[in-house]
T-cell receptor, first 112, second 115 residues
Framework: NAGVTQTPKFRVLKTGQSMTLLCAQD?????MYWYRQDPGMGLRLIHY???????AKGEVPDGYNVSRLKKQNFLLGLESAAPSQTSVYFC???????????FGSGTRLTVV | AQKITQTQPGMFVQEKEAVTLDCTYD???????LFWYKQPSSGEMIFLIY??????QNATEGRYSLNFQKARKSANLVISASQLGDSAMYFC????????????FGAGTILRVKS
């Protein structure tokens, strides 16, 4: 099925470890986004991309890096994980317009 | 900057009754879109309804309707004939091309439908 695929779905990290979350979309969308969801705070934008080779900071970018080397993939990296990065991470992609946003199923990350 | 405010952390509604979830927004962009998403306990984000800032009529999708009051900057979601399966978290969100098409979310409202 067409859509946004996130890997992994669950992960437990120790403080200081690094990891990369992968987001892949097969809808030829230009825009891609990484959000984190914490209780009582909705979804907050970490980084986003408006096209292949571009990235930009969102609302809460500190501690994260991203890359978009291919149009269909958007990678989110944590270089040195901290307990404050325990969250559910969502990737999304969009074209422009009213029906454009498609979300992945989320990655639940716990940093201990 | 863009901002979405949802002032109801939680709501209860009796099955088969209607419920309104509040959403106010702030933006300086004259062209924007307003969205509502449902997030059940399973965690996925489900798109419900969209309203464009230039749309003349309020959006409707089945049992969902959006009460769009542009002058008051409000975009309330109305769910008619509530069902037990409507129990979920509901998010209001906004996007505009001037801000890189980013979707900005409110904090959400938890809706519980009672039988």
């Amino acid at each position: 099925n067409a859509g946004v695929t996130q890997t992994p779905k669950f992960r437990v990290l120790k403080t200081g470890q690094s990891m990369t979350l992968l987001c892949a979309q097969d809808m030829n969308h230009e825009y891609m986004y990484w959000y984190r969801q914490d209780p009582g705070m909705g979804l907050r934008l970490i980084h986003y991309s408006v096209g292949e080779g571009t990235t930009a900071k969102g609302e809460v970018p500190d501690g994260y890096n991203v890359s978009r080397l291919k149009k269909q993939n958007f990678l989110l990296g944590l270089e040195s994980a901290a307990p404050s990065q325990t969250s559910v991470y969502f990737c999304a992609s969009s074209s422009t317009g009213r029906y454009g946003y498609t979300f992945g199923s989320g990655t639940r990350l716990t940093v201990v | 900057a863009q901002k979405i405010t949802q002032t109801q952390p939680g709501m209860f509604v009796q099955e088969k009754e209607a419920v309104t979830l509040d959403c106010t927004y702030d933006t300086s962009d004259p062209s924007y879109g307003l969205f509502w998403y449902k997030q059940p306990s399973s965690g996925e984000m489900i798109f419900l309804i969209y309203q464009g800032s230039y749309d003349q009529q309020n959006a409707t999708e089945g049992r969902y309707s959006l009460n769009f009051q542009k002058a008051r900057k409000s975009a309330n979601l109305v769910i008619s004939a509530s069902q037990l399966g409507d129990s979920a978290m509901y998010f209001c969100a906004m996007s505009s091309g001037s801000y890189g098409n980013k979707l900005v979310f409110g904090a959400g409202t938890i809706l519980r439908v009672k039988s």
